[in-house]
């Protein structure tokens, strides 16, 4: 079974930086697009950054110039660098990833998510 494992969130003050990390496993075929997602109760859970195979790169307008995400295709690892931290930053932020994974004798693509970790930024 696939799995996404996040490491990395935490309480920082306001113009710090966090490094996300998360983790794909399990009998994964090939790795697709990889991405971050922030979620704040109340509200739909918003792209931040998502990042393809080939390197493509997208980012939300909130954290550009502010955010870096990178990815290990060895690894099946994607990171976020998240430097000059805002308090409006503070969400549950979640790992993303499309799979092709080996199940059964058939190969399968599916849409994963990771179970999320916490970013606080004080002001």
């Known amino acids: 079974q696939v799995q996404l494992v996040e490491s990395g969130g935490g309480l920082v003050q306001a113009g710090g930086s966090l490094r996300l990390s998360c983790a794909a496993s399990?009998?994964?075929?090939?790795?697709?697009?990889m991405g971050w997602y922030c979620q704040v109760p109340g509200k739909q859970r918003e792209l931040v950054a998502v990042?393809?195979?080939?390197?493509?790169?997208n980012y939300s307008d909130s954290v550009k110039g502010r955010f870096t995400i990178s990815r290990d295709n060895a690894k099946n690892t994607v990171y976020l660098q998240m430097n000059s931290l805002k308090a409006e930053d503070t969400a549950v932020y979640y790992c993303?990833?499309?799979?092709?994974?080996?199940?059964?004798?058939?190969?399968?693509?599916?849409?994963?998510w990771g179970q999320g970790t916490q970013v606080t930024v004080s002001s």
């Open positions: 993303n990833a499309e799979v092709k994974s080996v199940s059964g004798g058939g190969y399968y693509t599916k849409n994963y």
């Open positions: 399990g009998p994964i075929v090939r790795v697709n697009a």
């Open positions: 990042i393809t195979s080939g390197g493509s790169i």
